[in-house]
């Protein structure tokens, strides 16, 4: 039996040469690790362009490579240095490395990358290389544009042609009509009745005529026509032609006991005109009615001018107030337009009535016009009534509009009347015409 150290001494004969294995091939590894980076061929070298891209660093056990340029990654088994393995392309490019150290951001077809912006963005090629011609017009697409043609053409790669639709199959027309091509369109004919009309709902032939739709007037086919109705009426003398004959004065608009005129080319709405009877005015359609018995009477009517080329006082008129030239804020002076109407005896008034056309609005006072009636209180004293109204622009400036203004109580004694419209600022534009004034009685 061996004793304690006995059994230690074998240990370390056992033990001994066996250290000194691993300690030499340690060392046999540093040594090779420490000459990896010296030998002939340059590990981190590489054969696509024979470049050194990466600098081989000694390790204590191994090597690595470090690339030149910061921000690229060492690849080993191409032993280059890329960026695409750094996420450098951004949205949906895809990253491409290229030999001479770079790389590239590719897109689809019709995109290009955008850095700023980071990503594949559409490129307009209607912008930037228009690829249609003749007369298409480009409309930006993805992946390619395209050239779009007006209805009935196509595009054959160099303009726009005409669609046959006659040779469709199947017809496009039916019931027996006929097809006629026309430039980017086509028409059915209905060759047996030539004025008759194709329903293309229906797919048949008809008689637009057959309902009389032109009611007093006589109907003529026109399948043909640009409306939705395929005939004409020819319609009574100043009737108003269109789907059916219209009498614009049925029924009398004017009123009653007044004439009603057609005009079916007046420039109004209403297409006719009214022949008024005395104390009444036609305006918008129809004839307003008097007041009453007007105090100004034409036993006074004066043939004085009323333009407001006039100083100071442009219209002295006559005591009937109709007023038979235009009475227009035409030119610029200090002086407001002002009509000014005398009378010869002391009147009482109730109502006074002014009938008017507007000029341009735009170019009166806030106030617009107003009216003075001055009244005689005897014994050398008198007094004024105001009344101010703001003028209306009127569609039509050829229709006149009106303005109504009671007073209560009663004036007494009036002895003269004056209407003033005041203006904004100087113009030569036209401010208002008066047609008509009127005073009535209580």
Known sequence: ?????????????????????????????????????????NPCGNSIDHQLQADCVDTSLNYKCVCKTAGRVYVPASRTCVEC????????????????????????????????RGGCFDVNECL?????????????????????????YFYNGTACVDINECNLLPSVCHGGAVCQNLAGSYRCICPTQPSWAYNATAGDCYN??????????????????????????????G??????????????????????IRAPTAATPWKYNCSCLGGSTFMNGTCKGSLGTNILTTAHKSSVDCSTAQAGFPCNNSMDGK????????????????????????????????????????????????????????GGDSSSAYADFNTTQTHDLSQPAEYIHTFSPALTSVMDFALACYRKEATDKALIRIVEIELYAS
Not at 7 to 19: I, K, N, S, T, Y
Not at 26 to 32: C, K, T, Y
């Open 1 to 41: 039996m061996m004793a304690a150290g006995d059994v230690r001494r074998a240990h370390v004969r056992v033990l001994g040469p066996l250290v000194a294995v691993l300690v030499a091939l340690a060392l046999a590894g540093d040594a090779s690790a420490q000459t990896k980076c010296a030998s002939t061929v």
């Open 85 to 116: 393995l750094l996420g450098i392309c951004k949205g949906n490019s895809l990253c491409v490395n290229s030999p001479a150290n770079s790389y590239t951001c590719t897109c689809p077809t019709g995109y290009a990358y955008n850095h700023t």
């Open 128 to 152: 930037t290389n228009n690829p249609c011609k003749g007369n298409s017009v480009c409309v930006d697409a993805p992946v390619w544009p395209i050239c779009r043609c007006p209805n009935g």
């Open 208 to 237: 637009p005529c057959l309902h009389h739709p032109c009611g007093e007037g006589n109907c003529t086919g026109a399948p043909f026509a640009r409306t939705t109705y395929k005939y004409t009426c020819a319609c009574p003398t």
């Open 239 to 260: 009737w108003l032609n269109g789907p059916t004959c219209t009498d614009q004065c049925a029924g009398n608009p004017c009123g009653t006991g007044n004439a009603c």
């Open 323 to 378: 007023l038979d030239t235009a009475w227009e804020g035409a030119v610029a002076f200090d002086t407001e337009p002002m009509i000014q109407v005398a009378f010869s005896t002391y009147l009482k008034v109730a109502k006074a009535r002014v009938v008017y056309v507007a000029g341009d609005p735009a170019y009166l006072s806030s106030t617009g016009c107003a009216f003075t009636l001055n009244s005689w209180l005897g």
